[in-house]
């Protein structure tokens, strides 16, 4: 339009005369609407793929359940992504996971770790927990501690009712809240049925998820370890070494924190395992006296707390390992429950698209603007497994979420790698193990191509 | 605090001690009331379509419950550090 | 720990039951009125009406249910709670 040539009607209606503002506002109000666009789209986009997703899965949490029925539980481990906080992690898991979860009304169980190893030192510490029952099954932790309360009842009564030769008896343990509480008048039942229970094969039971690759490594490593570890931590450093480092006396001040951190690890060990060969312990060596940089940047003198838990067993030894010879691995394994352990349970791993670092900025503003594309990889995955689509789990599928690693900044991985921290350590299966695991689906598809075994 | 620990020093009459097990016994039963009504209002639909739970309301129970009890001991323990610090004016 | 001879628990028994007693008859008022207020609105005839015993029954069972699936949970939390204090 130019100047000076408007509609005549229009002014002799009074209206001003429209025209554009300068060249620079125009820049300037097109790139600003134009970014504020794209943001508030993506928004609108995410929430409609959630809200739709949500209301795919809605008819299952309206499904009636008797009153004592604990519905599927899922099991969730998060972790950190590299140098960065676990606060990335849960907002993903709060912004498209919980949801699909709450909205198909199944119960979560969240594992988190600020330190590396956390994760598999739980999930291998449950399945050695396992392994010590099924080793001797009489043993039964209630017991000692009875037996400790019934010491300490009969000095308190022997010292007060030295008069009185009346039997005592401890009112708490002989009524409960279900004496008192009038509902148990009106049904006596009070068995817990858990849905995982009553599943027809194992791997229909619960589900893991898992965010982030390290934490599927964590898991996989985990899962590993009980079942191939030995069960009692291995003696870790050579007493020769041990010595030397006493002597050196307080030449290094880390150098003696971790020689006492070594000595608490041993005296926490009962027994030295047969099961353990030497190779291994050579192994250990450098990890337990390296100097560790942590990852938020911990006080020196916080370092040898702040180190996560060392692995019992390590990949190059799964090969020479037995499986699990307390178990008996022909039939599902169940926890005290009736459930099937995670071991059993469908696998989900999801990648984080977190991507530090200055250089990446153009990947990082194109992840920005198309986080709607990441709303639809969490929700369609989530949904997979929570209408538990699934396979086998074969060899190939070390490489699930394996794209992350692309994003871990290479600062990280190589001060990461000087550690010998299990993300970047080589990442291993043995055959024994999967043999007995599922993986939820990549995509819908995957169903087809990929018939269930069973 | 003991729920059922039944609580209370030795060494008293059997009056006295049977007056402080009941009152733990009424605590017992108020607080399951309340939770009860708590959480019927909170998860329960008043719209009566059916007689069973549905998943929802069954979880939403579960966590129900679990969070008033961690609501419970987070409120005894700030009451404790209050007491402690004197700001009722019982210490100072 | 509280411990009683055989006169007193016999004693606690009984009362026991009685708060036992006590608390099902409360529960049952406490349903009475919460099924009321959430079913009965019409008070146009005295008798109620057949959506309005629907409502009730399924009120009642609901509340049961309800008040059974509170129960485990509570069981369980207040377990939960007596293993911490003990260590």
Known sequence: MTKGNQNPAFKALGL???RLPS?????????????????????????????????????????????????????VFIAPPPSDYLEETLRVFRKYVKPLLNSAG????????????????????????????????????????????????????????????????????????????????????????????????????????????GAFKEFMNGIHEGLLGPLEEPVRDEPVVLDSNELKGEKSS??????????????????????????????????????????????????????????????????????????????????KNGVPIIYHQPVLVLRQFNLPGFIRTPERLWRFFTKRSQAEYYCSKTENLVLSRKHPMTIKDQELAVEEERDWPKKWVKSAKERNSEWVRPFEFDDRVIRHMWVVNDDVHDEDTLPSVN | MSFLGLGGSPNVSSQAKIQAAEAELDMVTGMFNQLVDICHKKCIGTSYNASDLDKNESLCVDRCVAKYFDTNLKVGDSMQKVGQNGAFGVNR | MDALNAKEQQEFQKLVEQKQMKDFMRLYSDLVSKCFTDCVNDFTSNKLTSKEEGCINKCAEKFLKHSERVGQRFQEQNQLMMQQLRR
């Open chain 1, 23 to 75: 060249r620079n506002w125009c820049i300037f109000w097109s790139i600003l609407g134009g970014t504020i666009g794209s943001i508030v789209y993506d928004k609108y986009q995410q929430k409609h793929i959630r809200t739709l997703q949500m209301a795919k899965l809605d008819h299952l949490s309206h499904a009636q359940v008797p009153f004592n029925m604990m519905p599927r539980k899922i099991t």
């Open chain 1, 254 to 335: 880390i150098v003696a924190q971790e020689s006492e951190f070594i000595n608490e690890e041993q005296s926490r060990d009962t027994s030295g395992e047969s099961l353990i060969d030497p190779s291994n312990e050579l192994k250990v060596i450098p990890t337990a006296t390296s100097d560790e940089p942590t990852k938020e940047g911990e006080e020196d003198d916080e370092k040898p707390k702040n180190k996560g838990p060392l692995p019992f067993i390590y990949p190059e030894d799964y090969a020479n390992a037995q499986l699990a010879p307390e178990l008996d691995l022909s039939r599902p394994i169940l926890d």
């Open chain 1, 16 to 18: 001003p005369r429209l």
């Open chain 1, 106 to 213: 199944l119960d979560f169980e969240i594992y988190t770790e600020e330190r590396q190893g956390d994760i598999r030192f739980k999930v291998a510490e449950d399945i050695r927990t396992l392994r010590r029952e099924a080793l001797n099954p009489n043993a039964d932790d209630n017991k000692s501690e009875h037996s400790i309360w019934n010491k300490v009842s009969s000095k308190l009564s022997k010292s007060q009712n030295t008069q009185e030769d009346e039997p005592l008896v401890k009112m708490s343990e002989k009524i409960s809240v279900k004496d008192i509480i009038g509902i148990t008048l009106y049904n006596k039942n009070d068995e817990v049925v858990r849905e995982d229970q009553l599943v027809r094969s194992p791997e229909d039971a619960g589900g893991v998820i898992c965010i982030g690759r």
